[in-house]
């Protein structure tokens, strides 16, 4: 069993205090064929922009490699992990490995105990596949996942793929043994409220993170009371953070400044929430119920030269119509959101050997 006392004190403290981690996509070649030199190039580029944690094996992995036919979940997440420690070692900068975890539980079980084994320091526990269970099965389950390795709760919003899980769920969620954190993703204000409270009525050192994407500065400015509990967002597990990492690494730092010495909030940094709100609905893709979510963020990576193309396992999934000049609106609308110039200056290095 992998517990949170096993994660490097350091990693763990800069995870506690809250940090950027970007939920990897997966790199593909031409012929949708894995390519290491830039998922590596991927893992080199969201170090060195400042990040505290990589997630992989989650929704923007792509979910495919899971399948038998593909087979790409155990290498994929093996050679990450791999990826990410040399580079740690050249920088002298662990960071906190994520692993998701899909499925039922045999499923997940495996997921579980090969992460722990190919050095994840925590899973992001996906339920979508107990969409008509009972609350107590779900709860059973993750008790399981959490005897293996330390666990992220994850509220999956129902478009595409999560349900709606009441605020009951998450009061006998926070009281189990190996919770790390939560990563609230409903994009529904009422529910990610829902969440909040029950880890601050439990009085758990379980951390906060939003993937809300929709929401990303909102959540991390704000301070929760209940009552006489006080509680924060402490940082982000994001799908918009795979790409201008640098720049909401800066976000976050400036976020955690203000919060911390309670200053009041500036009128532009709440423009500047919007703004990003309007960059992720080109990157994600909503008006279209979302396809282009995971083609979108490719897209703006290989506009940067960090990724070869935009290929999906999936052949139809790609951008929707008018995704790509909704991409091209937002950069050029918002030029202090974008990291070109960063990526620009360390593209060689990263895909160097």
């Not at 390795?149 to 509220?155: K, S």
């Not at 595409?160 to 190996?178: C, S, T």
Request: hydrophobic letters at 40%; one cysteine or more.
């Amino acid at each position: 069993m992998k517990t949170i006392a096993d994660i490097t004190p350091s990693v763990l403290a800069e995870f506690r205090r809250g940090t950027v981690i970007p939920a990897q996509p997966l790199a593909l070649d031409a012929n949708r064929n894995f390519s290491p030199v830039h998922q590596r190039a991927l893992c080199r580029y969201y170090m060195d922009a400042g990040v505290g944690g990589i997630a992989v094996g989650v929704h923007s992995t792509q979910f495919e490699i899971r399948k038998k036919e593909i087979g790409l979940f155990e290498s994929v997440l093996r050679q990450t992990s791999q990826f990410i420690d040399e580079w740690s070692i050249r920088t002298n900068r662990p960071i906190l490995k994520v692993g998701g975890i899909c499925g039922k539980t045999e499923q997940a079980l495996y997921e579980a105990e090969f992460e722990a084994a190919n050095g994840y320091d925590a899973g992001l526990l996906s339920l979508s596949a107990f969409a008509g269970d009972s609350v107590e099965n779900m709860l059973e389950h993750c008790r399981k996942i959490a005897k293996v390795i330390p666990v992220i709760g994850f509220y999956l919003q129902p478009s595409v793929g999560g349900r709606i899980l009441p605020y009951e769920f998450w009061q006998e969620f926070a009281k189990m043994d190996n919770v790390i954190a939560i990563k609230m993703a409903p994009f529904n204000r009422y529910c990610t409220l829902d969440v909040v409270r029950a880890v601050a009525e439990s009085g758990r050192n379980i951390t906060l993170y939003t993937g809300n994407d929709d929401n990303i500065a909102i959540d991390l400015l704000t301070e929760y009371r209940f009552g006489d509990r006080k509680i924060r967002i402490h940082g982000g597990l994001l799908g918009h953070w795979c790409c201008w990492t640098q720049k909401a690494v800066e976000l976050l730092r400036e976020i955690h400044a203000l919060t911390d010495n309670n200053s009041p909030i500036p009128p532009e940094l709440l423009t500047r929430a919007v703004e990003i709100t309007d960059s992720n609905a080109a990157f994600f893709d909503p008006r279209n119920g979302f396809a282009g979510c995971i083609p979108g963020i490719h897209e703006v990576l290989h506009r940067q030269g960090l990724l070869p193309g935009i290929w999906c396992l999936n052949p139809a999934e790609t951008l929707s119509p008018g995704q790509a000049e909704e991409i091209t609106r937002v950069h050029d609308a918002y030029p202090h959101l974008h990291d070109d110039d960063f990526v620009r200056e360390n593209l060689a290095k990263w895909l160097a050997d």
